[in-house]
C-alpha cells in the first residue's frame, strides 16, 4: 500500500470514530430516534469543519502557487508533483446562465409585455424551498 494510501485510509479511520468514542461518543437518552439525530449533529459539524479546513488550505496554497493552471477548458495539468503527492487542475467545460431581466425585455421588444410574460410564466419552474437544520443542545 503507498504512503498517500495508507494515509487516506487512517484520515477515513479517525473520520469513523468520532462521535462513536474518545468523548463524543453519543449521550443516553431514553428517545430511540436520539441517535440517529446525533449523527447528523456529528456529520454536520464534521462537515463545518472539514469545510472551513479545506478553504483555509486551497487558499494557503493559491497563495503559496500550487493551484496555478492554465484554466482553459477540457484541460487536466499537473500542478504540484511531490514526494507522491500530485494535484491536478481538471477544468470543465464552463456553464451558461440565462438572465432572466434581459430576456424579459428582449421579449418585451419583439412580442409586448402579455406575451414576454406568458412565455416566462410557461417556461419558469418553481424550486424546492431551501431548509436548513440548526442545531441546538440541552
Known sequence: MSTLAL?????????EKIGKTNGTACPPSEANTFPLAYEYFVADQLASYAEKRK???KEACEQAGI????????NTEITFDSDGLVISAVTKNPSTT?????????????LGIEKAEKILKAASKENK???????GMK
Open 7 to 15: 494515509i487516506k485510509s487512517n484520515i477515513a479511520k479517525a473520520f
Open 98 to 110: 440565462i438572465d432572466k431581466t434581459v430576456l424579459k425585455n428582449e421579449l418585451v421588444k419583439a
Open 67 to 74: 493551484l496555478e493552471h492554465s484554466a482553459t477548458p477540457g
Open 55 to 57: 478553504k483555509a488550505a
Open 129 to 135: 424551498a431551501p431548509v436548513s437544520y440548526v442545531f
